[in-house]
């Protein structure tokens, strides 16, 4: 609820400070004494756009002022909470400061806000009875909201709502989920196939340089064997061997040892080497009987080898590279496995969400239709009041998406449900109903929405309703009735309404009476 309004040096006004009441605050003067610049200054305070000629004194700012009494309203007080505004006194203050360039700054409770956010308070706190409001009639959307906040359905709306999204949400998780499962078909059979082929393989980290090195023994063990027996022979067998030759050398030498530091150091290296040779033959002695002749033992090692040496050559990696790569392909196909029971258990609460959704949509298309029928008589019987007597409303419901199929599968349905409603409507006798947006002349567009305005003004959040001389045209009888409604809507609302007739002024809880004074320049 409005409740002051400060003008300062805007267009004709020095300094104009105002002190509104709740209920009907009606504004009356001569034509051109500046009515309308009270409504100019909030619609500017809100984020309208800029005209040159908005200062009285180009040397200063234009100074604009309101401050609002937060009342029961839900999606102000959710902009609030959104924005992180900080309220005293269950009040918010608005400033608009407009320099010469016309660079202008909006602030809230003393913070600085953009023009977006102004537009949004603008929205849940003003009601201006405008042409632009005017032409929301025509809106298929907003006639479908005016029979819900007629028939209290917005709840029922609200809960259908955020089913809607969260069956909207799955449907478009479920496609994406198929797309990437057909996109990674093709790959993960590729995957299957190398997994099984790896797999079979059984390969160990090492493998290739331990069969190397079995294989080159084998390949080389008539060889080996022979020269092995020949050193042991030599060494040990023969009759003038090198073990019995160094043995005599170290009988004699040995005489002397203590006689010279180099002889002892000699024969304890020669007796040295005699362990040496005798370590030496024991180990060719145990390789001689490890050692085996084995042609199909030979055989299997290269065709082992041949299998470990063509699959890392295949997949150009090494054994231990090759079983990792092994791991993330198992990995991958594990994903892809648990992916198909994702889509399937996904598919599954979908198809059971569309059935839940289409009932709640059922449901609410048949409150709809059966609220409809008490709304067109409640509009009829009020727009005759405004001198349009032989007014015929009548509201068609179609189904939503009739000819194709919603972008994620929900047929027949939107975020509103099912239905598609437009508002018919004739003011002549004899004249069938047409479609509003088709045959409403501006008077009767601007008394159409003044009744619906008086009709869901009890369903409504608590707004600031401003009619800008919504009189123009109409005297006698009907001006009096017309006062009427704009009474009934204030008991509601805070209503400011700027007005020539008496018959309004007569029912105001409040009268502002402009005047304008001349003064030097």
Same mark, same amino acid.
Not at 64 to 82: D, G, S
Not at 209 to 227: G, M, P, S, T, V
Not at 369 to 380: R, S, T
């Given at each position: 609820?409005?409740?002051?309004?400060?003008?300062?040096?805007?267009?004709?006004?020095?300094?104009?400070?105002?002190?509104?009441?709740?209920?009907?605050?009606?504004?009356?003067?001569?034509?051109?004494?500046?009515?309308?610049?009270?409504?100019?200054?909030?619609?500017?305070?809100?984020?309208?756009?800029l005209k040159v000629g908005v200062h009285l004194n180009k040397e200063k700012p234009v100074v604009l002022e309101a401050t609002f009494k937060v009342t029961k309203n839900a999606k102000l007080l959710e902009i609030i909470k959104q924005n992180e505004i900080e309220i005293s006194d269950n009040e918010i203050f608005f400033t608009k400061e407009i320099l010469a360039n016309l660079r202008s700054k909006i602030f809230i409770n003393g913070r600085r806000i953009s023009i977006p956010i102004a537009e949004k308070f603008r929205e849940a706190m003003l009601d201006f009875h405008s042409q632009r409001d005017q032409q929301r009639l025509f809106s298929e959307e907003y006639q479908l909201e005016i029979i819900d906040i007629f028939g209290d359905l917005v709840n029922s709306r609200k809960e259908f709502e955020v089913m809607f999204e969260k069956v909207n949400n799955k449907t478009k998780?479920?496609?994406?989920?198929?797309?990437?499962?057909?996109?990674?078909?093709?790959?993960?059979?590729?995957?299957?196939?190398?997994?099984?082929?790896?797999?079979?393989?059984?390969?160990?980290?090492?493998?290739? *340089?331990?069969?190397?090195?079995?294989?080159?023994?084998?390949?080389?063990?008539?060889?080996?064997?022979?020269?092995?027996?020949?050193?042991?022979?030599?060494?040990?067998?023969?009759?003038?061997?090198?073990?019995?030759?160094?043995?005599?050398?170290?009988?004699?030498?040995?005489?002397?040892?203590? *006689?010279?530091?180099?002889?002892?150091?000699?024969v304890l290296c020669l007796q040295n080497s005699l362990t040496n040779l005798d370590d030496a033959i024991a180990e060719f002695q145990e390789m001689q009987n490890e050692i085996i002749l084995d042609a199909e033992r030979k055989n299997d090692l290269e065709s082992r080898l041949n299998e470990v040496n063509s699959i890392c050559l295949k997949y150009n990696k090494k054994i231990s590279e090759i079983l990792e790569y092994y791991c993330e392909i198992s990995d991958a196909?594990?994903?892809?496995?648990?992916?198909?029971?994702?889509?399937?258990?996904?598919?599954?609460?979908?198809?059971?969400?569309?059935?839940?959704?289409?009932?709640?949509?059922?449901?609410?298309?048949?409150?709809?239709?059966?609220?409809a029928q008490k709304l067109e008589l409640e509009i009829e019987k009020n727009i005759k009041k405004l001198a349009i007597p032989h007014a015929k409303v009548k509201i068609k419901f179609d189904k939503v998406n009739t000819e194709k199929e919603s972008v994620n599968g929900l047929i027949e349905l *939107?975020?509103?449900?099912?239905?598609?409603?437009?508002?018919?409507?004739?003011?002549?006798?004899?004249?069938?109903?047409?479609?509003?947006?088709?045959?409403?002349?501006?008077?009767?567009?601007?008394?159409?929405?003044?009744?619906?305005?008086?009709?869901?003004?009890?369903?409504?959040?608590?707004?600031?309703?401003?009619?800008?001389?919504?009189?123009?045209?109409?005297?006698?009888?009907?001006?009096?009735?017309?006062?009427?409604?704009?009474?009934?809507?204030?008991?509601?609302?805070?209503?400011?309404?700027?007005?020539?007739?008496?018959?309004?002024?007569?029912?105001?809880?409040?009268?502002?009476?402009?005047?304008?004074?001349?003064e030097k320049k």
């Amino acid at each position: 609820m409005l409740k002051n309004l400060r003008i300062k040096n805007f267009i004709i006004v020095k300094d104009l400070d105002l002190n509104f009441e709740n209920g009907l605050q009606v504004v009356t003067g001569e034509t051109g004494a500046g009515k309308s610049i009270i409504v100019g200054a909030i619609n500017l305070i809100f984020g309208a756009d800029l005209k040159v000629g908005v200062h009285l004194n180009k040397e200063k700012p234009v100074v604009l002022e309101a401050t609002f009494k937060v009342t029961k309203n839900a999606k102000l007080l959710e902009i609030i909470k959104q924005n992180e505004i900080e309220i005293s006194d269950n009040e918010i203050f608005f400033t608009k400061e407009i320099l010469a360039n016309l660079r202008s700054k909006i602030f809230i409770n003393g913070r600085r806000i953009s023009i977006p956010i102004a537009e949004k308070f603008r929205e849940a706190m003003l009601d201006f009875h405008s042409q632009r409001d005017q032409q929301r009639l025509f809106s298929e959307e907003y006639q479908l909201e005016i029979i819900d906040i007629f028939g209290d359905l917005v709840n029922s709306r609200k809960e259908f709502e955020v089913m809607f999204e969260k069956v909207n949400n799955k449907t478009k998780l479920l496609k994406k989920l198929k797309k990437q499962e057909s996109e990674n078909r093709e790959k993960i059979e590729l995957f299957k196939y190398q997994g099984e082929e790896i797999n079979a393989l059984n390969l160990r980290i090492g493998e290739d *340089d331990k069969i190397q090195k079995e294989l080159n023994l084998l390949l080389n063990a008539e060889e080996i064997l022979e020269k092995s027996r020949e050193i042991e022979y030599t060494v040990l067998e023969d009759e003038n061997s090198i073990y019995d030759r160094i043995k005599a050398f170290i009988f004699i030498f040995k005489k002397y040892q203590n *006689d010279n530091s180099h002889i002892e150091k000699a024969v304890l290296c020669l007796q040295n080497s005699l362990t040496n040779l005798d370590d030496a033959i024991a180990e060719f002695q145990e390789m001689q009987n490890e050692i085996i002749l084995d042609a199909e033992r030979k055989n299997d090692l290269e065709s082992r080898l041949n299998e470990v040496n063509s699959i890392c050559l295949k997949y150009n990696k090494k054994i231990s590279e090759i079983l990792e790569y092994y791991c993330e392909i198992s990995d991958a196909v594990d994903s892809f496995s648990s992916q198909k029971t994702e889509i399937l258990k996904l598919q599954k609460e979908v198809d059971m969400d569309l059935i839940i959704l289409q009932k709640m949509a059922e449901k609410l298309s048949k409150n709809r239709k059966q609220i409809a029928q008490k709304l067109e008589l409640e509009i009829e019987k009020n727009i005759k009041k405004l001198a349009i007597p032989h007014a015929k409303v009548k509201i068609k419901f179609d189904k939503v998406n009739t000819e194709k199929e919603s972008v994620n599968g929900l047929i027949e349905l *939107d975020k509103t449900g099912c239905d598609r409603v437009e508002i018919y409507f004739s003011a002549n006798q004899g004249v069938d109903a047409q479609p509003f947006k088709m045959v409403a002349s501006g008077g009767e567009l601007s008394r159409f929405l003044l009744v619906i305005k008086k009709i869901l003004a009890e369903k409504t959040d608590n707004r600031t309703i401003i009619f800008d001389e919504i009189d123009q045209g109409i005297g006698g009888k009907t001006s009096e009735l017309l006062a009427k409604f704009i009474r009934d809507i204030s008991k509601f609302h805070q209503v400011i309404c700027i007005s020539h007739l008496p018959q309004i002024a007569a029912f105001a809880d409040e009268h502002f009476a402009i005047d304008k004074r001349d003064e030097k320049k």
